[in-house]
């Protein structure tokens, strides 16, 4: 089946503006990660789903981050009053826990720039 | 909380020859996974290998392979008979051992392969 898609692919915004990151996992994945990867830096876990439980969002920078996830499928990951510094990748994994390798499947990422 | 290091923030390799790429992590726990994601510009990470902490013998996926020194804490990952596409960041991970803990990743290793 498609794999974990990410949208918008890239989003340029000017620092203030809020913005919204969108993750469709994979069909039937249980569990949802997001991540952030700034320039020259691995990943860095942000926040995790799993099913109807409260999410992980011991990963959050700061309070202007929080995300959803509607339904245990799509999530949003919003930013508001962004800043320079949230500039990097957002990059969204999905994993089904109930399954044979528990191996998480990343998105191509959302790369956003604030000017 | 858990660590990992990756001392090598670029590599090069001659087509067909063999490169190794250094890990090492620290952690307090006995039960963990380790994983190596390759990274092309594309974004997508892509899963290139795993290994289970309680297993001994080293896990191999056709042209990688892992030398992983539970003791020592090191998890290197060998590539044989180098490709044009092997090019990429090589990031290396770690897991708790429930399945539902997020990833710890280093900084990662740019590969680049010389023709």
């Known amino acids: 089946g498609a794999g974990v898609s990410q949208s918008p692919s890239n989003k340029v915004t000017e620092k203030g503006k809020d913005v919204e990151l969108r993750c469709d996992p994979i069909?039937?994945?249980?569990?949802l990660y997001w991540y952030r990867q700034s320039l020259g830096q691995g990943l860095e876990f942000l926040i995790y789903?799993?099913?109807?439980?409260?999410?992980?969002k011991s990963g959050l920078p700061s309070d202007r981050f929080s995300a959803e996830r509607t339904g245990g499928s799509v999530s949003t990951l919003t930013i508001q009053r962004t800043q320079q510094e949230d500039s990097a990748v957002y990059l969204c994994?999905?994993?089904?826990?109930?399954?044979?390798?528990?191996?998480?499947?990343f998105g191509p990422g959302t790369r956003l720039t604030v000017l | 909380a858990q660590t990992v290091t990756q001392s090598q923030p670029e590599m090069s390799v001659q087509e067909a020859e063999t490169v190794t790429l250094s890990c090492t992590y620290d952690?307090?726990?006995?039960?963990?996974?380790l994983f190596w994601y390759k990274q092309p510009p594309s974004r997508q990470m892509i899963l290139v290998i795993r290994?289970?902490?309680?297993?001994?013998q080293n896990a191999t996926e056709n042209r990688f392979s892992v030398n992983f020194q539970k003791a020592a804490k090191s998890f290197s990952l060998k590539i044989s008979d180098s490709q044009l596409g092997d090019a990429a960041m090589y990031f290396c991970?770690?897991?708790?051992?429930?399945?539902?803990?997020?990833?710890?990743f280093g900084k990662g290793t740019r590969l680049s392969v010389i023709a």
């Open positions: 069909s039937g994945h249980t569990a």
């Open positions: 789903f799993q099913g109807n439980s409260a999410p992980d």
């Open positions: 952690t307090s726990e006995s039960d963990y996974y």
């Open positions: 290994q289970e902490a309680y297993k001994q």
């Open positions: 991970a770690y897991r708790s051992a429930p399945g539902n803990t997020p990833l710890v």
């Open positions: 994994a999905s994993i089904d826990l109930a399954g044979v390798t528990d191996t998480q499947y």
